[in-house]
């Protein structure tokens, strides 16, 4: 699960890679849980830990994670630390041509109504006058035709 942050010279980046660190670190976060390596329901790493695996500072993970929890790969709960989600059964939406699609985030009511975990957005789907809002971890769109 270690990606290179630092070059061989120790505290230095590798400055012909302008990949922030924060990515790296998620970049290999998310290998992990992507290969199986961190399973669901499994917890991550500390901040400790993944500030000394990966010799960056704790503002570097904590970008880290959350970019991580944006994506909806991990779930943070408090005093507790973070944990690979589970992931729910898609169900496929179909959708027409003209239909326009947006994400964002939810509201803290929509993510009550939704029973979504923080960081994973709502798909926005207008269509024939009516809009439509739908947890993107929940579902597949599909343009109909």
Do not use: W
């Amino acid at each position: 699960m270690e990606v290179a942050v630092r070059s061989d010279d120790v505290g230095t980046l590798d400055v012909a890679d302008y990949t922030p660190a924060y990515a790296k670190v998620a970049a290999a976060i998310r290998e992990a849980i992507l290969f199986g390596e961190l399973a669901p329901g499994q917890a991550i790493p500390s901040e400790a830990q993944l500030v000394q695996q990966y010799g960056v500072a704790r503002e570097t993970v904590r970008r880290a994670v959350a970019m991580l929890r944006g994506e909806g790969l991990i779930v943070t709960e408090h005093a507790r630390g973070s944990y690979v989600r589970e992931v729910p059964e898609r169900r496929e939406v179909i959708i027409r041509p003209a239909a326009v699609v947006t994400s964002r985030m939810p509201t803290a009511d929509e993510r009550d109504r939704l029973d979504l975990p923080e960081g994973v957005p709502v798909l926005v789907v207008e269509q024939s006058g009516q809009t439509e809002m739908y947890p993107a971890d929940r579902v597949q769109l599909r343009v109909q035709g």
